[in-house]
């Protein structure tokens, strides 16, 4: 199980890069073609918009799985060491929470939009919304696998970090 993660961490982080080069790539086409050519290329705007919409979901499923989402430092620092452990079952409660309703508003709106194309590109707009379902899906199983590492933490059986 360990290696699966280790694999898909590595893919995520990836695929992570490989969209902020596609933003960059395609933001610098875009600039070029204005400038030197007076011209502007129709699909440029949209595939920015939609690499970044793809930045955004899959950056949130990685900061859920290394625990760098936002939180209240100050709430966190007044509570006593040996209650950190439910604060932090709490908010990994919450944080499962938000994502079910990521996973099932992001498959309701996928639904509702699956006949629709996009205006430039001519890419179905599914393909675009469904990565919301799928980061929520991602966000609940890391989520999970840090709730079992505290866990196993607490119980003095080991646990990764």
């Known amino acids: 199980m360990k290696m699966v993660l280790k694999i898909l961490n590595r893919v995520f982080d ?5 969209l ?9 086409t875009e600039i070029i073609a204005r400038n030197l050519f007076s011209t502007s290329f129709a699909w440029s705007g949209e595939a920015g918009r939609y690499l970044f919409v793809y930045v955004v979901f899959i950056g949130a499923f990685i900061l859920a799985r290394d625990r ?3 939180c209240m430092d100050l709430l966190k620092a007044k509570v006593p060491a040996k209650h950190q452990f439910v ?3 709490i908010l990994d ?3 499962i929470f ?15 939009n699956r006949l629709q194309i996009s205006s430039a590109m001519g890419i179905p707009k599914p393909v675009i919304y469904i990565i919301t379902s799928i980061s929520g899906v991602f966000i609940i199983l890391y989520t999970v696998i ?15 970090e």
């Open 14 to 18: 990836a695929l992570l890069a490989l």
């Open 20 to 28: 902020m080069l596609g933003i960059v790539v395609t933001c610098m």
């Open 68 to 70: 760098e989402y936002i």
């Open 87 to 89: 604060y932090n079952l």
């Open 93 to 95: 409660v919450m944080l």
């Open 98 to 112: 938000f994502a079910a309703v990521l996973v099932y508003s992001g498959y309701q709106f996928t639904i509702a």
């Open 146 to 160: 840090n709730v079992y590492g505290d866990i196993k933490k607490k119980t003095g059986k080991g646990g990764a």
